[in-house]
């Protein structure tokens, strides 16, 4: 076992760089029309009366009451791309980790690693702090909650069955939560991967 600052590491016998399967990630966010998309926000903003009601009463204060509700609703489309974007990035990230684990059962020098009983192992989390580690670019995408995403909804919703306070406030607290209760369904003491021991891919589709 191998200690860096507060974090422990698994020791792998020799030296050897493994290989693992290359991890496929989303290059746009997947949305095929963004016109229903904008629509449905237009909706969200309309139904939950986001901007006061008080049209009719000046031209001027009509027309700056519709920029803002156009403002918003941009702002929810905005923030509803994100959050599937997140969505699809964690989708490949467990899917990578399923191929991983399939890795290190076929390897005997790996296999012990992910078993509770050995201290210390290695948790399904230990793939994600990885990806960290190893400083694979993921530009905006931030990975907890991106897997915690994933673990919340096994498809990514329409827009039209979120409310906004989840689009704008809620939505990285509950996938927080959610990552965090995953990470902690492997049994203590949980050690992270070396990096400089194990190489992969990444491929955008």
Same mark, same amino acid.
């Given at each position: &076992? =191998? !200690?860096?600052?507060?974090r422990q590491f698994v020791e792998l016998p020799g030296t050897k760089t493994h290989q693992l399967p290359p ?16 629509? &449905? ?5 309309? %139904?939950? =009366?986001?901007?006061?009601? %008080? ?14 509700? &156009? ?11 994100a959050v599937v974007a997140h969505w699809r990035w964690g989708d490949s990230i467990l899917e990578w980790i399923? =191929? %991983? ?5 076929? =390897?005997?020098?790996?296999? *012990? ?10 948790? +399904? ?10 400083e694979i670019p993921h530009p905006k995408i931030r990975l907890e909650q991106a897997v915690g995403l994933r673990?919340?909804?096994?498809? *990514? *919703?329409?827009?039209? %069955? !979120?409310?906004?306070? !989840? ?5 990285? +607290? ?12 492997? *049994?203590?003491? +949980? ?8 190489? !992969?891919?990444?491929?955008? &589709?």
């Open positions: &076992m =191998q !200690f860096v600052g507060n991890l496929f990630v989303p290059k746009h966010a997947g949305v095929k029309r963004l016109d229903r998309v904008m629509a &449905m926000a237009n909706e969200l903003v309309e %139904c939950e =009366q986001l901007i006061p009601v %008080c049209a009719g009463l000046d031209p001027v204060v009509d027309a700056e009451l519709e920029r803002r509700k &156009m403002d918003l609703a941009i702002n929810l489309v905005e923030s509803y791309l399923r =191929q %991983c684990e399939l890795t290190f059962e076929a =390897q005997p020098e790996l296999k *012990p690693l992910l078993r509770a009983d050995v201290w210390p192992h290695a948790g +399904r989390s230990s793939f994600v702090t990885l990806i960290d580690d190893k673990l919340t909804f096994r498809h *990514p *919703p329409p827009l039209a %069955c !979120f409310s906004d306070q !989840f689009l704008l406030y809620l939505n990285s +607290r509950v996938a927080a939560s959610a990552y965090a209760a995953w990470a902690e369904m492997t *049994p203590s003491p +949980r050690a992270s991967l070396p990096p400089e021991r194990f190489t !992969f891919e990444l491929v955008e &589709m």
